[in-house]
């Protein structure tokens, strides 16, 4: 799952690369339609800002599935030491 996630998270930040780099172009190239320019801008933006979050939900899912395995760890470990005891 945190393979797919942060997959997902590299196409996300190539394609707000991408966005942004069409909104630089578009800006160049718009001067008489600024404003589609300023848009593409905008959104580009706004792809770059979503791309940072979902990289950085991969690395909260990466960091809570960690605490998972230590935890299940922990728990085979105490289960050997009540078995040990019984």
Do not use: F, K, P, Y
């Amino acid at each position: 799952m945190v393979g797919r996630v942060s997959a997902a998270a590299g196409r996300m930040q190539d394609s707000a690369r991408s966005l942004s780099h069409s909104a630089e172009h578009s800006g160049r190239e718009a001067d008489a339609s600024g404003r589609a320019g300023a848009d593409l801008q905008a959104v580009a933006a706004s792809a770059e800002e979503l791309a940072a979050s979902v990289a950085e939900i991969t690395r909260q899912v990466a960091e809570g599935a960690e605490v998972a395995r230590a935890a299940a760890a922990e728990a085979r470990a105490t289960d050997g030491t009540v078995q040990g005891l019984a």
